[in-house]
């Protein structure tokens, strides 16, 4: 009997060793992972900001949350000149660092297309991660470990999704703001690609948010929409952001141009970024008699949202026909998440979404941080620490 009852639960372990090893190898075949810990730092709000709303338009608020929970929260404030040569500095927790930027308060449009053969870095779907954010972009050269410009005149193109799902939007935010500035001193260029994470956060959908920002903002006694709404700093500044440009022949947006984009022959790259930014503020809906303006800000074929090269059965000649309409020899997108950086399509497509580590939260697999590097027409895919290989 008692060999019996061994023997049964020799073959039951087996089985469930067995079944589990299933699962697993399953699981990562399609990068799936185990959230197993918080790092409770990343709830913390003191130091948390700057928060920087428009008094009007002369005058800045300019606010940081400071205090705990034992012994209570409250807000620093400052009123500045919109045209004060002033300094803020961001606060990063988890290692307790901080950068500095100055403050401009008005924002252009940017271009639409670039041609000058210099050489690009694009990342996508950092989603608050201002660590991997900051490390992969040191091990890409385009700064240095004291966080200043070190890519010369070359493009950083951030496509999309750097806000939501992780404790570090304020910082990610501020960051790029400041990378602006220091490219434009040197010669270069940052390309902030709206997604449709930035894009939800501008419409008022927070369900992807942390609750920390729910609590920023009550305790900077407003509502979580003013975080990004006009009347804040950087929601004025990230509203001026395009969802589709073009960097030396080569086509970037967040999820995708769907290809019967052919059949509106009005469009060019300047009439999508004009309309699709009309909307920014408004929360799409379809409705009767559907346009262009309907076809682009739609949450299935708008370029913010389109996933197509990915899930439909699309033909070759529909992928070269919009390059060709839009003046691409091919296309980079973030938006659908992918195992590396690879390539699709014949080349033409480069799909860069990859599952970058957070900075507070912790998971197995932990994931690592990729990006695309183009030089001369060369893409490489590049990896913090190991160096870029050949696509």
Known sequence: MKKRVLRYLKHLGLTVLLLLFILITLGLSIDASIHYWDNETGYHVNHDGPYIFYKNDSTLSVNYLAGNREQGFYTESN????DADYQATCFFPLDSTRFSFRLQSTFNHPPVSYD????????????SGYKAFRDILISAGVIDRELQWAFGRGHLVLLGDFVDRGYSTTQVLWFIYKLEQD?????????????????????????????KYFNAATLLGRQQHDLYSPQS?????????????????????????HPDLVNYKYL???????????????????QPGAGAEQFLTSNETGPCWYRGYFKDDLEQEQ?????????????????TLQGQVTTYYNEKV??????????????WPAGHSEGLMIEKETYYRLLPGEGKEVL
Not at 323 to 334: N, W
Not at 350 to 363: E, G, S
Request: charge should be neutral.
């Open 79 to 82: 009123e500045v000149a919109a």
């Open 116 to 127: 000058d053969g210099e050489a690009i870095f694009a990342v996508s779907d950092i989603e």
């Open 183 to 211: 490219a434009r001193a040197a010669g270069g260029k940052v390309h902030f690609i709206i997604g449709n994470h930035e894009l939800k956060n501008m419409h008022g959908d927070y369900y992807a948010a942390e609750t």
């Open 233 to 257: 700093l950087i929601g004025r500044w990230m509203s001026s952001k395009n969802t589709v440009e073009r960097i030396n022949g080569i086509l970037f947006t967040h999820g995708g141009l």
């Open 268 to 286: 060019d790259l300047q009439k999508i970024n004009d309309l699709i930014r009309k909307n920014y503020y408004q929360r799409y809906y379809p």
């Open 319 to 335: 992928i070269d026909a919009v390059l060709q309409k839009f003046g691409g020899s091919a296309i980079v997108v973030g938006h």
């Open 350 to 363: 480069m799909a860069i979404d990859v599952k970058h580590p957070k900075d507070y939260q912790y998971y």
